[in-house]
């Protein structure tokens, strides 16, 4: 089986992605996506597993000619490609209206013009507006917003199909979730982040407004479904529940008390939506999954910085941590390495990290043996390669293969390890910093006296610019 994925590359595209290649009977998965958000995490991290080959096509959905020559052949058409609600978006509702609307008409008259057998459109809840009572597929639509009333014209565009292939067309609730390519510019997510970064989370209204949600592996599961030609519906709805924004406030600060949230005229009832559940072979697949509640607790932590709340999100796992570790010639050697009661030095925090990722420490000094006899001690494996500074982490970046590497070094030697790491080529480097400074005075004020242990020029301090 063939499919193609339009959008494949955005945040529900990578679930689905990563969905597809699990299922038995797909044998090639070609992705159309024109890469408008930036999203990179399907080509960043590990290739998804399963036996498909996976193809990626850069073009435009209103490319007539390039949408029907990727369509060709194929055996299911999934459409997630269209422009969602932003700030920079909203304002601009010809935008909705070219991609969402005409956009999914052109894909309309590519797969029937090659005879597609299957297609599958994601559209959204934003079709059905504020109806009185619970929105069910039979429901009038009656969208309130541009967004609303471009995806509502994009199914319009592809409803004549219906008698002419397998058509499915889900309408989706808020989706909620983390994966490499996650939006944080929706309420669930937003809030999440927010909560992540120590930030206040600003809530528009009273809060008591209802929106359906859906966590992003349920919607993908759904999609795929549809996909694999196991739904019998034309038009159904990806929704686990339909919960009031304050709920989702709560499901954080049960996580963290410490939350500031900030009401925006508080005294304003905004309108919601409550949309009927998914399908009932989505239903049972949400009834094993975590609830909101708890997948939080799980999102916060893989998004945190602060280590007391969770593991760190990093979307491309490195492949080793290693310590930058000349140091031993400092007067405050021992905190700058190990720490002390109160802060983390490179040591504690390169273990802590690797602990947390799952991964090995590496370290590299060939000519101290203060360092090594302390490596030796936390059991982490010294290279005894370096001469100088730069070469630390020429080794580290051979080492990895290619990979990518999380540096560990103090606050004030970061923009130096940064800049030595990319000028070695290390662009998919991760970096972290301890708690312990090298030098109260800064970076440039220290002398590196140990032989061999040359320091690069440092940068020139004048801003540039660019035309």
């Known amino acids: 089986m063939r499919v193609l994925v339009t959008g494949g590359v955005g945040y529900v595209g990578w679930s689905v992605v990563h969905e597809l290649v699990q299922r038995d009977g797909v044998d090639e998965i070609i992705i159309y996506d024109n890469f408008a958000r930036r999203h990179y995490g399907l080509l ?21 000619r390039a949408l029907r020559k990727a369509v060709e052949g194929v055996d299911c058409v999934i459409h997630l490609a269209a422009v969602a609600p932003s700030p920079d978006i909203d304002e601009k509702p010809h935008v909705f209206d070219q ?28 079709v059905c507006g504020h109806p009185d009572g619970v929105a069910d597929p039979t429901t009038n639509p009656l969208p309130v917003n541009a967004y609303g009333r471009s995806k509502l014209a994009g199914e319009r565009q592809i409803e ?19 994966n490499p390519a996650a939006r944080f510019d929706t309420f669930v997510n937003r809030f999440l982040l927010d909560a992540a970064l120590g930030r206040s989370l600003n809530v528009n209204g009273s809060g008591e407004q ?34 009031a924004v304050n709920h989702v406030i709560e499901s954080l600060k049960a996580i963290d008390v410490s939350l500031d949230v900030i009401y925006i005229n508080q005294q304003q009832r905004l309108a919601g939506l409550t949309m009927t559940s998914a399908p009932d072979h989505t239903t049972r697949l949400a009834a094993q999954t975590p609830s909101l509640a708890e997948r939080r607790e799980t999102d916060l932590g893989r998004l945190a910085l602060n ?22 010639r400092a007067d405050n050697w021992e905190p700058v390495m190990v720490g ?20 090995s420490t590496v370290a590299n000094d060939r000519h101290d043996d203060r360092n090594a006899a302390l490596f030796a001690a936390f059991g982490v494996h010294n290279l005894k390669t370096a ?11 051979a080492l990895s293969g290619g990979e990518p590497v999380l ?45 061999g242990h040359t320091r690069l020029s440092s940068f020139d301090s004048k801003p540039s610019h660019s035309s």
């Open 160 to 178: 004549r199909l219906a008698d002419q292939l397998e058509l499915h067309i889900i309408r989706s609730g808020t989706v909620y979730g983390v």
């Open 307 to 328: 280590g007391a709340r969770g593991q760190p999100f990093i979307p491309v796992p490195p492949k080793f941590v290693f310590v930058h570790s000349y140091s031993s």
């Open 99 to 126: 991609v969402n609307h005409w956009g999914t008409a052109e894909l309309g008259y590519a797969v029937e013009q090659v005879g597609t057998p299957r297609l599958v459109c994601l559209s959204s809840g934003a």
């Open 44 to 64: 960043l991290g590990e290739r998804p597993g399963g036996a498909a080959k996976i193809r990626v096509v850069v073009d435009e959905l209103l490319n007539s």
């Open 210 to 243: 209802v929106r359906p949600v859906v966590p992003v592996d349920v919607v993908a599961a759904q999609v795929v479904d549809a996909a694999m030609g196991h739904e019998s519906t034309t038009i159904s709805h990806a929704v686990t529940e339909s919960i």
């Open 387 to 397: 001469e100088r500074t730069l070469d630390e982490v020429r080794s580290a970046l």
């Open 407 to 451: 540096f560990v070094t103090s606050p004030d030697h970061l923009p130096r390890v940064v800049r030595d790491v990319f000028r070695c080529g290390g662009y998919t480097s991760l970096f972290a910093a301890s708690d312990v400074p090298f030098s109260m005075q800064g970076v440039e004020a220290v002398e590196v006296t140990e032989p």
């Open 340 to 359: 002390t009661d109160e802060r983390t030095g490179r040591l504690r925090r390169a273990l802590d990290l690797a602990d947390q990722l799952g991964v």
